[in-house]
C-alpha cells in the first residue's frame, strides 16, 4: 500500500488543524506496513518506537494477563491512531498492550521520538493528542463503570451498541445493523466468557433481537437492544 | 410550515441535522434518541413505533420546533 495524500491525513483528528507542510514532513519521516489478518503490529511489552496511522482494515488493542488471557480494550478503525504511548513520554515506554489485525490491515509508522520532537514546537498537535488521550479515558471510565456496576446483558447489549455506532453498517438485506464481529471478539470487549456471550446471543437470536453467524452480528431490533443496555425492560 | 410526516422515513441523525431544535422533541416525550449511538440507523417512523407513540402525538411534538 502506498502513503496516503495529505487530504487523506487530514482525517486524523489529531491533524485537522496540520499545515501541508508538516504533514509532508510527517510523511517523509514515516513508512507503510501492511500486514495480514491475525497479525501484530506490536505486542505488549515491546519497546513503543512508533506511533502508528490505521489506513486500512481494523485493529483490536488487547491486553493479556500472566495466564494469556485477554480483554479487547478497544477496536481501531482507519485513520484513528494508536500506540501513541511513546510520543507522549520521554522515558523509553513500552507498549502496555498488542495491537491485533482483525482483518488484512496497513498503517502508517511513526517513530515516537520524531513526533514528540514535533509535538514540542506545535501546540496543535500537543493538544489533539491531549484530546485523544482524554477520549480513551472517558471510553475507558465508562467501560468500568459497566463492569462495576451492570449486569453482563447490560454490559453486552452496550457493547454492541457501541460497535454498531462505530462501525456498524446498515443491512438491507436483513433491515438490520450488521457487525462484523465474533462472539470471541464480545467476550474479549467485555469482560465475558465466551460461555456467556454464546448463551446470551442465542437468547436474543430466539427473540428476533439480533441473528449472527460467524464472525458477524446482526442487530434486528435495536430499541430491544438499547432497553436492554439501559435495563428499562 | 412543513408536515412533519414527511420526515417519517429519514434516519434520527438525518432528522436532527436538518432541525437541530427538534431535540427538544425527543426530550418531552422521553425519547433516548439524542445522545443513542444508534441514532444514525434508526428511523423517525421506527423509534415513533419502538416508543409505541401514536402519530398524532409524535409528529406534533416535533412539528412544534419546525419553522
Known amino acids: 500500500m502506498s502513503q496516503p495524500s495529505l487530504n487523506e491525513l487530514k482525517k486524523v483528528n489529531v491533524f485537522q488543524k496540520a499545515s501541508d507542510d508538516d504533514l509532508e514532513f510527517i510523511l517523509q519521516n514515516s513508512l507503510v506496513r501492511s500486514i495480514e489478518e491475525n497479525s501484530f503490529f506490536f505486542l505488549q511489552g515491546d519497546e513503543a518506537a512508533y506511533l502508528y496511522i ?70 496543535y498537535l500537543a493538544f489533539g493528542m491531549m484530546n485523544l488521550m482524554t477520549g480513551y479515558i472517558q471510553e475507558i471510565q465508562e467501560r468500568y463503570r459497566e463492569l462495576a456496576l451492570e449486569r453482563v446483558e447490560q454490559r453486552v447489549a452496550s457493547t454492541l451498541i457501541r460497535l454498531a455506532g462505530q462501525s456498524g453498517v446498515k443491512s438491507e438485506k436483513e433491515a438490520g445493523i450488521e457487525l462484523i464481529f465474533s462472539r470471541q471478539d464480545v467476550a474479549e470487549l467485555t469482560g465475558a466468557t465466551l460461555y456467556t456471550i454464546s448463551r446470551l446471543l442465542s437468547d436474543w437470536e430466539r427473540k428476533g433481537i439480533i441473528q449472527s453467524g460467524r464472525e458477524r452480528i446482526c442487530i434486528l431490533k435495536p430499541h430491544e437492544l438499547t432497553l436492554i443496555a439501559s435495563n428499562s425492560n | 410550515m412543513e408536515d412533519p410526516k414527511e420526515f417519517s422515513q429519514q434516519t434520527v441523525s438525518e432528522f436532527l441535522e436538518y432541525a437541530p431544535q427538534a431535540s427538544k422533541a425527543f426530550l418531552e416525550l422521553g425519547m433516548a434518541c439524542i445522545s ?32
Open chain 1, 54 to 123: 490505521l489506513l486500512s482494515g481494523r485493529v483490536k488493542i488487547t491486553q493479556s494477563n500472566t495466564n494469556g488471557q485477554q480483554v479487547s480494550l478497544r477496536i481501531v478503525y482507519p485513520w484513528q491512531i494508536f500506540g501513541a504511548l511513546g510520543a507522549a513520554t520521554h522515558k523509553v515506554a513500552v507498549y502496555p498492550a498488542s495491537s491485533q489485525t482483525l482483518e488484512n490491515s496497513a498503517a502508517l509508522a511513526i517513530e515516537s521520538s520524531f513526533f514528540r520532537t514535533l509535538m514540542e514546537s506545535r501546540p
Open chain 2, 36 to 67: 443513542c449511538h444508534l441514532a444514525r440507523f434508526c428511523t423517525l417512523e421506527e423509534v415513533r413505533k419502538a416508543y409505541k407513540l401514536d402519530e398524532k402525538t409524535f409528529f406534533e411534538a416535533i412539528s412544534k420546533y419546525l419553522s
